[in-house]
């Protein structure tokens, strides 16, 4: 099996060869940035499974990088990390859709913790989709427009787009309502009501022409959430 590589983004070089030989002795390949512009150029062109994103950074700092992060690579997992009076930039950074964060000074042991935990509820995820075949329609996620095989089209709102684009690139995954609440609606999913999630998905299904009570497209996965049934194709 592949190592899985983290990406590490912290200015203070003890730290971030701290960080780097923990995760190479627990099996895990690292790519390393020192600055806000090198994080970012590293986070939006190479390969990697994870992101340790420092959020004080020299250049630009770590939430514009998650920012820019989460508009070309939406579903990547990001681990932010953060002084302990930083509260603010936590809470900052969970909403523009990190998925935990490790306050400084960290245990490496609760740090190599959270990375696992992280990607056990992150698995292998498609590249981002501007383009999906459907059985009888083709969705254009760059235009938001759905074109149908008998010649019509209908608009995608832009939630829309981004619940279909969040669909398939985990297609065949079961994707719980709290985790599309947070990494579509970038909010806190703790005593939200999720009914709005229901609304959203069956007004899309309608829209697809995808019958509610057989759907081929967007399935309901019972006490967990919805599914999109096939892997996309991308452009």
Request: charged residues 35%; hydrophobic residues 40%; contains cysteine.
């Amino acid at each position: 099996m592949a190592r899985k590589r983290v990406l590490v983004i912290e200015d203070d070089a003890s730290i971030r060869q701290g960080l780097v030989d923990a995760l190479d002795i627990d099996g895990y390949q690292t790519l390393e940035a020192a600055t806000g512009d090198q994080g970012l150029d590293l986070a939006l062109h190479r390969e990697y499974d994870l992101v340790l994103l420092d959020l004080v950074l020299p250049q630009r700092d770590g939430l514009d990088i998650l920012a820019e992060l989460r508009k070309s690579r939406p579903t990547t997992p990001v681990i932010i990390l953060t002084a302990r009076g930083e509260e603010q930039d936590r809470v900052r950074g969970l909403k523009l859709g990190a998925d935990d964060y490790v306050v400084k000074p960290f245990s490496i042991k609760e740090l190599l913790a959270r990375v696992a935990a992280v990607l056990r509820r992150s698995p292998e995820r498609p590249r981002d989709v501007e383009q999906i075949d459907l059985p009888d329609a083709t969705a254009d996620l760059a235009r938001g427009e759905l074109r149908f095989a008998d010649g019509t089209s209908c608009v995608l709102s832009e939630r829309e787009r981004d619940i279909l684009r969040y669909l398939a690139n985990n297609a065949g995954r079961a994707i719980e309502r709290d985790e599309l609440l947070s990494r579509v609606w970038q909010m806190n999913p703790r005593g939200i009501e999720t009914r709005t999630i229901d609304m959203h998905i069956a007004r899309l299904r309608e829209k697809l022409r995808d019958d509610p009570a057989q759907p081929r497209i967007i399935q309901t996965v019972r006490g967990k959430g919805y599914m999109f049934a096939q892997r996309p194709q991308t452009d």
